[in-house]
């Protein structure tokens, strides 16, 4: 029996049918961190030191994907299936709580290595305390102006005349 084209998928079109709908299913689906992480609170400030310090973490393990500035534009961005968050969206950012973060960072998900074994959890807390810096501050409320009070008129007003 002969095997007609047509007839008979090939096992390359097989694997690669099936690493395509793999790889569909694996950006459809949220990343979200288990709830017990998302509650967890950083226990280092933002402080300058920390800042500098998540910084040159970044600007080491993360820039490369997510950008010099977070804008998910790093010169590998491109390179890979699942396009890397833009840090600076204060939509997405705003729903990220910082334990949420801190998973994220630990845990990693392809193409997004984990690093937990790389780094520290203090190093790892840096991390976040930096990506949270990145998110832009909203414009502060213009001030209020306040209305003059109403200047009463220099001239008086006569009194009725008296009969």
């Not at 393990?61 to 204060?90: M, R």
């Not at 994220?104 to 790389?118: C, H, L, W, Y």
């Amino acid at each position: 029996m002969s095997d007609l084209p047509g007839k008979r998928a090939s096992p390359v079109l097989i694997l690669l049918a099936v690493v395509a709908t793999l790889a569909v299913a694996h950006c459809s689906q949220e990343w979200s961190a288990p709830p017990e992480a998302i509650a967890v609170k950083s226990p280092l400030a933002a402080t300058p030191q920390a800042l500098a310090a998540g910084a040159a973490l970044f600007d080491d393990k993360c820039a490369n994907c997510h950008g010099e500035k977070g804008k998910a534009d790093g010169p590998e961005a491109d390179k890979y299936w699942v396009k890397p968050q833009d840090l600076t969206e204060p939509r997405v950012m705003a729903l990220m709580t910082e334990g949420e973060i801190f998973w994220k960072i630990s845990e990693g998900r392809r193409p997004m290595p984990a690093f937990k074994e790389q780094f520290s959890e203090e190093q790892r807390w840096q991390l976040v305390q930096f990506v949270r810096s990145l998110v832009p501050k909203p414009p502060a409320p213009p001030p209020e102006k306040k209305t003059p009070p109403a200047k009463k008129s220099a001239a008086k007003k006569s009194a009725p005349a008296k009969n």
